[in-house]
């Protein structure tokens, strides 16, 4: 069983509009949960870190967390050609400031103009 | 901004030879990682270091060692090189002890082909 599942996509979603990315892992004392945007031919890049139940906001992105699902979105407010990417979903274990970061294979998102 | 860099951006080396990629961060971050990313498989993590001469097997180390001597630097060699070990090397870092690991910066890759 893969501990960090993604739909690997692609999504495809109209510009302007909301993209919403999904993200379930397995491990039920996950802790710390993140979000990475990798281009093409690039390095990931961290865009969003959560760490407790609920929503955080950042400009046109938006977490959401619920540890009782282990469940964890992403979500891309008025969608852009330039948001297209792999988007990667990311877990940490227990013990804060010791533990090892599983990723799941990605979602690739296309914004269509 | 954290910088992280590695040594070559593609290396193309033959079956046997032995492989050392190297990363550099200068930030200051006790922590370094080498994953690995493959098509289907994502990035796995190969080995990881909390600090200088210290070393963590991840999940997938088998064929694979590092050397982390100075803290800004984490080498990962390859003993002797083999096929399957054609892949994209990732390096990371993360700093301090109030800021979690999950919180990583990764270097631009090194596409490392083994023929």
């Known amino acids: 069983q893969k501990e960090v599942e993604q739909n690997s996509g692609p999504l495809s979603v109209p510009e302007g509009a909301i993209a919403s990315l999904n993200c379930t892992y397995s491990?039920?004392?996950?802790?710390?949960f993140f979000w990475y945007r990798q281009y093409s031919g690039k390095s990931p890049e961290l865009i969003m870190s959560?760490?407790?139940?609920g929503d955080k906001e950042d400009g046109r992105f938006t977490a959401q967390l619920n540890k009782a699902s282990q469940y964890v979105s992403l979500l891309i407010r008025d969608s852009q050609p330039s948001d297209s990417a792999t988007y990667l979903c990311?877990?940490?274990?227990?013990?804060?400031?010791?533990?090892?970061?599983?990723f799941g294979t990605g979602t690739r998102l296309t914004i269509i103009p | 901004d954290v910088k992280v860099t590695q040594s070559s951006r593609y290396l193309v080396k033959r079956t046997g030879e032995k492989v050392f990629l190297e990363c550099v961060q200068d930030m200051d971050h006790e922590n370094m990682f080498w994953y690995r990313q493959d098509p289907g498989l994502g990035l796995r993590l190969i080995y990881f270091s909390y600090d200088v001469k210290m070393k963590e097997k991840g999940d997938i180390p088998e064929g694979y060692s590092v050397s982390r001597e100075k803290k800004e630097r984490f080498s990962l060699i390859l003993e002797s090189a083999s096929t399957n070990q054609t892949s994209m090397y990732l390096c990371?870092?993360?700093?301090?002890?109030?800021?979690?690991?999950?919180?990583?910066?990764f270097g631009p890759g090194t596409r490392l082909t083994v023929t």
């Open positions: 959560i760490y407790s139940n």
């Open positions: 990311a877990v940490t274990g227990s013990n804060f400031g010791n533990e090892k970061l599983t």
């Open positions: 990371a870092s993360a700093g301090g002890r109030q800021v979690s690991l999950g919180e990583q910066y």
């Open positions: 491990d039920r004392v996950s802790q710390s």
